[in-house]
């Protein structure tokens, strides 16, 4: 694999040079073509192909060349300057005389030899087919486009309010990837009828059809994002490994907003091998052109994953110097490692959870106990009168379901004696454990919110957390008066840490260094309470020379694209000043002798005018203070720190979503996408996720979507019952209905 790796490596460089050198002498391409134009240009080929069938005439060409030739010849006439002549046109009479007829009302007027148009103006003053022309003029279609959405889709604000069949088919594909319909929804026929009823010209269109304009709107969006990707520096990657593969890319575009996009989503057959996996994951990267520009790979922590990322920073150190020796381009991801350790805690307490889910189903499952539970909460003067379910994969609601339940622990032993059918109360001794445990679920349900973003960066936030949860443990395991069942809790929990974390992450200590609310001062805090004294203060130093390390091949990337400013000093890896020269000069070696004679101290670098200031107050809490917005305000003033920061920040601590970040059970697809092929499966879900982006949409929780589609289904099946009067409102109803029992479907499939 290494010598294939490094073959493979240099000749895809040298094919990126060769086209980085083709394309400096093509002319400069137009913007993505539309379906409409697609569409148009495959017409165009299929009736050139047909009239190159025909025998034309030999003397067409003849007789065209002579008109040509002998319009040169002809005194041009003088053009009509009357604005009049806007609305008549000249027409030929059978006599051969010459009138001018109104395009609106088609009357025929003399026109006279002196080149008079007053009888034709007084004539428009009258018509009333050009007085209807006029208000009809005076109604333009206007799109308001809401000034908080971040689309970014390119739509005339101005219509000329004709329908376009192609444009409707474009919107309706960008419609389906966006909201994860099925293709058979065009087919349906509340969604044609509605669509009649309101364009007269439409034509239904099959879900065949459908899936093309789908798949033509993947390659346009695809072919725009390759063009966006050629812009950035560097990136950093995500993988998801299931039987699809799911590669994410993370980086920072010109306007320094964090981007996230869906690059491909391929099926992954058995075997899951290290090689195997790095095999599909440089094949993605040389798809989108960015081989090259990886930083850092981010995935699951599991053996095959390692090996894998292991395999693909040998193929690109072969190729390309990694930052820092590569030290920082496996980023295992956060939230998995916190989801192992509150498994870990919550099985010691199985049986207790178990219960007390038992209790709020027994309770929830009819009107009459719930009335009888709700009773005994208000004779108790109770503030909370709610219980929460639990979802048995996400550990998260179970965290939640427990914090309700212990407010409710003086209620259930009197529910008990009321219900002779309640047989599931936890005992006193339960709920004692239920609140330690809810003590340290607490902190992690904290830190699994705040580095599970994905629209802000999370790799300067996550020191505090891992503070945060290190003294938590520290302080169960070191209590006396804890319980055994805590200290066994915690040593697991314990353990866990120390597997993944046990040493100095270098990625999230730079990047909580490059937080101006932290710099050095937050490692100066955190060390010595995680480690040792003489621990700490090694691994203080190892941060500093790999922060200084990192920052002197920017200032080297920086002199070498010929960037402004003064690059003659670099700081050192022990924090001072050291001249480097990257070309012996008469005048580089006078300066040298200038600052000997002289004692002339060299000019500080960005990182050591950046650590000397002072740390950036600000009292708002982690997550609303947007780190790469200071970064941007400040870039002039720190030209390649602010470039190292861009890196940095952009780098996820995460490889899932929010709302999965708290699931113990497996990323699936639903089973609608599951019976496509995987080409389509791949169109469905990146392009979904690039339409998303596009028009400055989120990806609906599954939840909330289930019960705005039940809504939805309510208020469709009111409006039939009540007897709409309109047949279109009766038709939009059958439609909503219809869309939302397909929603609910796919929401519970998934």
Not at 29 to 47: G, K
Not at 355 to 364: E, K, L
Not at 687 to 712: A, E, I, M, P
Request: hydrophobic share 35%; net charge neutral.
């Amino acid at each position: 694999m290494s010598s294939h790796g490094w073959d493979l490596g240099v000749s895809l460089l040298n094919i990126h040079v060769v086209l980085n050198e083709m394309e400096s002498c093509r002319p400069e391409v137009s913007s993505a073509p539309t379906l409409e134009q697609n569409s148009a240009a495959n017409q165009q080929h299929e009736n050139t192909g047909s009239v190159n069938d025909r025998n034309s005439p030999p003397n067409n060409t003849e007789e065209e060349n002579a008109d040509e030739e002998s319009s040169h010849f002809e005194r041009k006439k003088r053009q009509k300057t009357s604005p009049v002549w806007g609305d008549f046109k000249e027409v030929m009479m059978s006599d051969g005389t010459k009138k001018a007829q109104c395009i609106h009302c088609k009357s025929k007027l003399s026109i006279l030899a002196s080149a008079s148009t007053s009888h034709l103006g007084r004539h428009l003053k009258k018509c009333i087919p050009k007085k209807l022309y006029d208000q009809q003029q005076q109604k333009i279609t206007l799109q308001v486009v809401d000034s908080g959405s971040n689309s970014q889709h390119v739509t005339p604000a101005f219509t000329d309010g004709k329908f376009d069949m192609m444009k409707m088919r474009e919107s309706i594909a960008h419609w389906i990837l966006m909201h994860e319909h099925p293709f058979t929804i065009v087919e349906e026929e509340g969604f044609n009828m509605m669509q009649k009823r309101g364009m007269l010209e439409w034509e239904t269109v099959s879900r065949v059809s459908i899936k093309a304009d789908c798949k033509k709107v993947f390659e346009i969006e695809k072919k725009k994002l390759k063009d966006l990707l050629k812009s950035i520096s560097r990136i950093s990657s995500t993988n998801q490994k299931i039987e699809y593969m799911v590669l994410t890319g993370h980086f920072v575009d010109s306007n320094w907003h964090l981007q996230k996009r869906v690059l491909s989503f391929i099926h992954l057959p058995p075997p899951h091998r290290g090689l195997e996996i790095a095999n599909n994951l440089y094949k993605c990267l040389k798809d989108w052109c960015i081989e090259n520009k990886v930083f850092t790979i981010s995935v699951d922590n599991a053996s095959n994953n390692d090996s894998a990322v292991r395999i693909l920073s040998e193929t690109f150190s072969r190729v390309k110097k990694l930052p820092c020796g590569g030290k920082m381009f496996h980023v295992r991801c956060c939230a998995h490692i916190l989801n192992l350790m509150v498994q870990d805690g919550l099985s010691r307490i199985g049986h207790i959870i178990e219960d007390i889910d038992d209790s709020v189903t027994f309770i929830n499952q009819n009107e009459s106990r719930l009335n009888l539970f709700s009773e005994i909460v208000q004779q108790l003067q109770l503030p909370h009168r709610k219980l929460i379910l639990e979802c048995k994969t996400r550990w998260n609601s179970t965290y939640e379901m427990l914090s309700a339940a212990i407010k409710f622990k003086e209620v259930f032993p009197m529910y008990k004696e009321r219900e002779p059918r309640y047989i599931s109360c936890p005992t006193n001794e339960d709920w004692i454990k239920v609140e330690k445990v809810c003590e340290i679920l607490e902190v992690f349900y904290s830190a699994t919110n705040i580095i599970s973003g994905s629209e802000y960066p999370t790799s300067n936030l996550f020191l505090n957390e891992v503070y945060r949860i290190k003294v938590l443990l520290d302080k169960k395991l070191q209590d006396p008066n804890e319980y055994y069942f805590v200290h066994d809790m915690v040593r697991c929990m314990k353990q866990k840490f120390d597997k993944y974390w046990g040493e100095c992450n270098l990625m999230m200590l730079i990047g909580a260094i490059l937080d101006p609310r932290c710099k050095m001062r937050v490692i100066e805090f955190c060390f010595p309470r995680i480690y040792p004294e003489q621990e700490a203060c090694e691994n203080i130093d190892k941060v500093k020379k790999a922060l200084y390390e990192l920052y002197g091949e920017y200032v080297d990337e920086y002199c070498s694209s010929g960037g402004e400013g003064n690059c003659e000093t670099v700081v050192g890896l022990s924090g001072n000043n050291v001249n480097i020269q990257p070309s012996s000069s008469g005048w580089s070696e006078f300066a040298q002798f200038v600052r000997t004679v002289e004692n002339i101290q060299p000019q500080k670098s960005d990182l050591d005018n950046y650590l000397e200031e002072g740390c950036y107050i600000c009292d708002a809490g982690p997550t609303p203070f947007d780190a790469l917005q200071w970064w941007r305000s400040n870039s002039l003033k720190y030209r390649i720190l602010s470039r190292m920061a861009r890196d940095i920040l952009a780098i996820p601590i995460t490889i899932v979503a929010s709302e999965a970040t708290f699931s113990a059970g497996s990323r699936v697809i639903d089973t609608y996408r599951a019976s496509l092929a995987p080409e389509t499966v791949e169109v469905l879900l990146c392009g979904g996720d690039w339409c998303r982006s596009l028009h400055g949409l989120k990806r609906k929780n599954k939840v909330k979507l289930f019960f705005c589609c039940c809504c939805c289904f309510f208020v469709a099946v009111v409006a039939v019952f009540c007897h709409c009067c309109c047949f279109f409102g009766a038709a939009v109803a059958v439609f909503f209905a219809t869309v939302a029992v397909q929603e609910i479907v796919l929401v519970l499939n998934w």
